[in-house]
């Protein structure tokens, strides 16, 4: 791992771009709401196995009615807060304690092999960071 100068924004639209096509399949608006001059030292490896993640899921359990993602990414504070918001499937309260579980998935229609939340959860403890979801079944989620 490499520690350097991040520029937030640009890893999103990067990352974001990757994914314009299954986006454009699913009728489905991606957005980057981060401030252009949002910068800090950290591991872009990391930062962008995160955002990748989390933007995959908020992809593949996207709603039916105008759906989109949102990703944003601020200071608060001394803190970098990455947000990335869709108005989704929702993850069932029961499930919740168990999402960041290896292997654990919580839709039987999900695609990928449960590693998702667990990869996010093992970045972010190698960067000190913490994960915050909430999630209202039917309606979206917000990982924070």
Same mark, same amino acid.
């Given at each position: 791992l490499v520690l350097k100068d991040i520029s937030v924004k640009e890893v999103i639209d990067n990352i974001l771009i990757q994914y314009e096509e299954e986006a454009k399949s699913k009728s489905l608006v991606l957005k980057n709401e981060t401030n252009k001059q949002v910068t800090f030292k950290s591991y872009p490896a990391l930062i962008m196995l995160i955002v990748e993640n989390l933007v995959e899921n908020a992809i593949q359990f996207c709603g039916v009615d105008h759906p989109f993602v949102k990703v944003m990414c601020y200071?608060?504070?001394?803190?970098? $807060?990455?947000?990335?918001?869709?108005?989704?499937?929702?993850?069932?309260?029961?499930? $919740?304690? &168990?999402?960041?579980?290896?292997?654990?998935?919580?839709?039987?229609?999900?695609?990928?092999?449960? +590693?998702? +939340?667990?990869?996010?959860? &093992?970045?972010?403890?190698?960067?000190?960071?913490?994960?915050? $979801? &909430?999630?209202? +079944?039917?309606?979206?989620?917000t990982v924070r």
């Open positions: 200071v608060h504070e001394r803190e970098i $807060i990455l947000e990335v918001i869709d108005n989704g499937q929702g993850i069932q309260e029961e499930y $919740i304690p &168990k999402i960041y579980d290896m292997y654990f998935r919580a839709n039987v229609s999900s695609r990928g092999n449960g +590693l998702g +939340l667990y990869i996010v959860r &093992k970045a972010l403890d190698k960067l000190k960071g913490d994960i915050q $979801i &909430k999630t209202v +079944l039917h309606v979206g989620t």
